[in-house]
């Protein structure tokens, strides 16, 4: 029997699944990625370590989504391209059309590398990453706002919502329920 360190990363099965709910559904799968070394895509459209790609059937041609890498050829301002991107960088799959779908732990940077000069080893450090900003207000985040990962719907249809801010600081207290005895966060079913 393998044991849960033996076994393989759901991280390909997750995106190969998310991708088939956003076709079967009339969506626009796409993928954030953090961009290293070992990411083949157009390091013009890069911002802050990271690209969004559109892997929609009418965006891509041969399309593979293996348990190592995502691999297509797409065109980019007119020119075609080939895009090669590890499993493991990618950061989040979800649908343009209404943000759902999923985000991963962000990969963890290479430990060492060797300094070109002298062979010692230099510490890696990973670029910092903002926090995922709530796509479901609009706009931008504010720095009021920065730190606020996850959205609470409250009411039945949505009308009433909670923020639950991440802690910046460990000292910093848990977030508290909302004020007024409102209505108990629930999970919206999607179908």
Known sequence: MINALESSSTRPYLIRALYEWCTDNGFTPYVAVQVDETVQVPREYVKNGEIVLNISFDATSSLKLGNDFIEFKARFAGTAREISVPVGRVIAIYARENGQGMAFPAPAPAAVSQ?????????????????????????????????????????????????????????????????????????KRIK
């Open 115 to 187: 300094d070109d000069d002298t062979g010692a080893p230099v510490p890696v450090q990973a670029p910092a990453r903002a926090p995922l900003r709530d796509a479901s207000r609009g706009g931008s985040s504010s720095e009021g706002d920065a730190g606020k990962i996850v959205h609470l719907v409250t009411g039945e249809d949505g009308s009433e919502t909670v923020d639950a801010g991440a802690p910046t600081d460990p000292a910093d207290e848990p977030p508290r329920p909302p004020a007024g005895g409102g209505a108990r966060p629930s999970l």
